[in-house]
T-cell receptor, first 114, second 116 residues
Framework: KAGVTQTPRYLIKTRGQQVTLSCSPISGHRSVSWYQQTPGQGLQFLFEYFSETQRNKGNFPGRFSGRQFSNSRSEMNVSTLELGDSALYLC?????????????FGPGTRLTVT | QKEVEQDPGPLSVPEGAIVSLNCTYSNSAFQYFMWYRQYSRKGPELLMYTYSSGNKEDGRFTAQVDKSSKYISLFIRDSQPSDSATYLCAMTTFGAGGTSYGKLTFGQGTILTVHP
């Protein structure tokens, strides 16, 4: 079974620009969660989507947004990029509507903001 | 204070040693506990998950959960150089106590090096 895929793997952007990251979950999984990973803060939850609806959101500014499509693929968008947004962005998929609730992660998109 | 505390190490052990990795947590609503392994510049890989208190074994890995102490552990037997990675504990709530949809709360990770 194919794992979680994320594109692109690497991105370099300039402050003030916006960026869109994509995530394709494991086949059959309907929940996609997004995380930001930095050396200082570790893995922090951004938001979760299930059946095209955002069910949960972490403590991030409104510049961070996402959406999910009918095939469960998800995108996240960061507008007006800041230097502090440089991080590894990870998505994870799970069934979402039944246990077990473990999540499977993709390889991540490494975003560098200059 | 963070909800999940994990000693970042680094931890260095010789090949063949038994490794003990631990996390403590403060949120008594956590019921589902996971351990992930993350190699440099890769995404976290799920190793094991357990529900509530108890032990679970999978090959060289054993996970233990003590909810009364809010303490979880991962033991690695006969450690190998290929086990060198960052180990992350993660936990979440679900069910009657409240379900935090899609949100795992992670520890900071412990950097482990197994030297030949």
């Amino acid at each position: 079974k194919a794992g979680v895929t994320q594109t692109p793997r690497y991105l370099i952007k300039t402050r003030g620009q916006q960026v869109t990251l994509s995530c394709s979950p494991i086949s059959g999984h309907r929940s996609v969660s997004w995380y930001q990973q930095t050396p200082g803060q570790g893995l922090q939850f951004l938001f979760e989507y299930f059946s095209e609806t955002q069910r949960n959101k972490g403590n991030f500014p409104g510049r961070f947004s996402g959406r999910q499509f009918s095939n469960s693929r998800s995108e996240m968008n960061v507008s007006t990029l800041e230097l502090g947004d440089s991080a590894l962005y990870l998505c994870a998929s799970s069934w979402g509507d039944r246990g077990p609730y473990e999540q499977y992660f993709g390889p991540g998109t490494r975003l560098t903001v200059t | 204070q963070k909800e999940v505390e994990q000693d970042p190490g680094p931890l260095s052990v010789p090949e063949g040693a038994i490794v003990s990795l631990n996390c403590t947590y403060s949120n008594s609503a956590f019921q589902y506990f996971m351990w992930y392994r993350q190699y440099s510049r890769k995404g976290p890989e799920l190793l094991m998950y357990t529900y509530s208190s108890g032990n679970k074994e999978d090959g060289r890995f054993t996970a233990q959960v003590d909810k009364s102490s809010k303490y979880i552990s991962l033991f690695i037997r006969d450690s190998q150089p290929s086990d060198s990675a960052t180990y992350l504990c993660a936990m979440t709530t679900f069910g009657a106590g409240g379900t935090s949809y899609g949100k795992l709360t992670f520890g900071q990770g412990t950097i482990l090096t197994v030297h030949p």
